[in-house]
């Protein structure tokens, strides 16, 4: 982490400007994503004002699809002194690649279910065995 002042901040501060709830930042905390910078006498966490760019990062990534263990994986590289953005674009280039999997079944997914609906047929006798004849009697 690169110290930006030494000015340390309470998590509530944190909170308050990274609009990130505290329990998520102490979770961010025990995975190792953030780390404070010291304690108060009574005990409370303080960070550096560094903590607040991490949280911005892990929130983006997050929104690109990057889970917590392989932004952890990116902000050890970062934390070597590395610029981890080959990383990253090897794992978005992955995400895309799932996207495009996720894609391809939800077409076919969708497919199923047209082929599905354009047969229906609402049947008012319950048949013994049988919860939806529609569905239960497709091969």
Same mark, same amino acid.
């Given at each position: 982490?690169?110290? %930006? ?6 998590? !509530? ?12 930042? $102490?979770?961010?905390?025990? /995975? ?16 550096? /004002? ?7 990062? =892990?929130?983006?990534?997050q ?8 932004? !952890?994986?990116?902000? %050890?590289?970062y +934390? %070597?002194? %590395? ?5 990253? #674009?090897?794992?978005?280039? #992955?995400?895309?690649?799932?996207? +495009? $999997? #996720?894609? +391809? ?10 082929g ?6 609402? /049947? ?10 529609? =569905? #239960?009697? /497709?091969?």
């Amino acid at each position: 982490m690169l110290a %930006q002042d030494n000015k340390l901040l309470l998590i !509530g501060q944190v909170t308050n400007l990274s609009k990130i709830p505290i329990r998520t930042i $102490r979770y961010y905390e025990s /995975l190792g994503l953030i780390k404070s910078s010291k304690r108060t006498e009574g005990g409370f966490r303080q960070f550096s /004002l560094d903590v607040l760019t991490r949280l911005a990062f =892990i929130k983006r990534a997050q929104n690109f699809g990057l889970s917590l263990e392989e932004i !952890g994986d990116i902000l %050890q590289v970062y +934390d %070597q002194g %590395q610029v981890p953005c080959g990383e990253i #674009q090897e794992k978005l280039e #992955q995400k895309l690649l799932d996207i +495009d $999997r #996720q894609i +391809d079944q939800l077409l076919t997914l969708r497919s199923e279910i047209q082929g599905l609906l354009s047969g229906w047929k609402n /049947l008012e006798d319950q048949q013994e065995d049988t919860i939806c004849p529609n =569905i #239960q009697n /497709l091969r």
